[in-house]
């Protein structure tokens, strides 16, 4: 079930002393931040704050001013230009909302956890969508020993397997993933200069933003 917290109680989590009335856009975006873990200006500007003329960074540079939210500028694959996204400022704020902050490192970027949590729009935000971090014992026996960057289930009960390519994977690391997955609807988000192109078919669909 989506949490709804009091902004009272979101801005204690966050220590700020701003007077601020969330928006019924602000907790559409917060609630799929919780989602997603990030969020980018092009989702936040068509899907949460389309009937703004200037778009969604104004809005949500007042929610980091709350403490509610930070802004982020991810890097991008070589010929591409970085992109300015949102998430949640900290833990507490984060699991308010039943969210997280995403967990980036050595073999996570955030722009790979963007991708990631952009696949939830991409899918038409499914009612049940797990992040990596989230996946439980029965997700674990589904994918084996090749786990998936996300799993979501369509409107007809379909488990899909979501995959987030940086813009790195080779030929061959694409074509065995792919393998490990046989039988398992997929969906891989790519960057427009990836180095290889997803093949397709009919159990595979790949979009490249």
Same mark, same amino acid.
């Given at each position: 079930?989506d ?8 801005? +204690?989590?966050?220590?700020? /002393?701003?007077?601020?009335?969330? *928006?019924?856009a602000?907790?559409?975006?917060? $609630? ?7 969020? &980018? @200006?092009h989702?936040?500007? @068509?899907v949460?704050?389309a &009937?703004?003329?200037?778009?969604? $960074?104004r809005?949500?540079? =007042? ?7 930070? !802004?982020?500028e991810?890097g991008? #694959?070589?010929?591409?230009? =970085? ?5 949640? +400022?900290?833990?507490?704020?984060a !699991?308010?909302w039943?969210? &997280?902050v995403?967990g980036?490192g ?9 991708l990631a949590? !952009?696949?939830?729009?991409e899918?038409?935000r499914?009612?049940?969508f ?6 439980? $014992?029965? &997700?674990?026996l589904l994918?084996?020993?090749?786990? #998936?960057d996300?799993?979501a289930?369509? /409107?007809h009960?379909d488990?899909i397997?979501?995959e987030?390519d *940086?813009?790195?994977?080779? =030929? @061959?690391?694409?074509r065995q =993933?792919? %393998?490990?997955? /046989?039988g398992? !609807?997929?969906?891989?988000? %790519?960057?427009?200069?990836a180095?290889?192109v997803?093949?397709? *078919?009919?159990r595979v *669909? +790949?979009?490249?933003v």
């Amino acid at each position: 079930m989506d949490k709804n917290p009091r902004t009272g109680r979101l801005l +204690a989590k966050a220590g700020s /002393a701003v007077t601020l009335r969330l *928006s019924a856009a602000d907790r559409a975006f917060l $609630r799929d931040l919780a989602k997603a873990l990030i969020i &980018d @200006t092009h989702i936040a500007d @068509t899907v949460h704050y389309a &009937d703004r003329l200037q778009g969604a $960074r104004r809005r949500l540079d =007042k929610l980091v001013a709350a403490g509610i939210l930070a !802004r982020i500028e991810i890097g991008a #694959p070589k010929g591409m230009k =970085k992109t300015t996204a949102w998430q949640f +400022a900290n833990k507490a704020v984060a !699991r308010a909302w039943g969210g &997280d902050v995403p967990g980036v490192g050595t073999n996570r970027s955030h722009y790979h956890e963007m991708l990631a949590g !952009r696949a939830y729009f991409e899918l038409g935000r499914p009612a049940h969508f797990r992040l990596a971090h989230q996946f439980t $014992r029965e &997700d674990q026996l589904l994918f084996g020993g090749t786990a #998936p960057d996300a799993i979501a289930t369509s /409107a007809h009960g379909d488990v899909i397997f979501i995959e987030a390519d *940086s813009g790195h994977y080779t =030929k @061959t690391q694409i074509r065995q =993933k792919q %393998q490990a997955w /046989a039988g398992v !609807r997929q969906f891989w988000i %790519q960057p427009r200069k990836a180095m290889a192109v997803v093949p397709l *078919s009919g159990r595979v *669909s +790949a979009i490249r933003v």
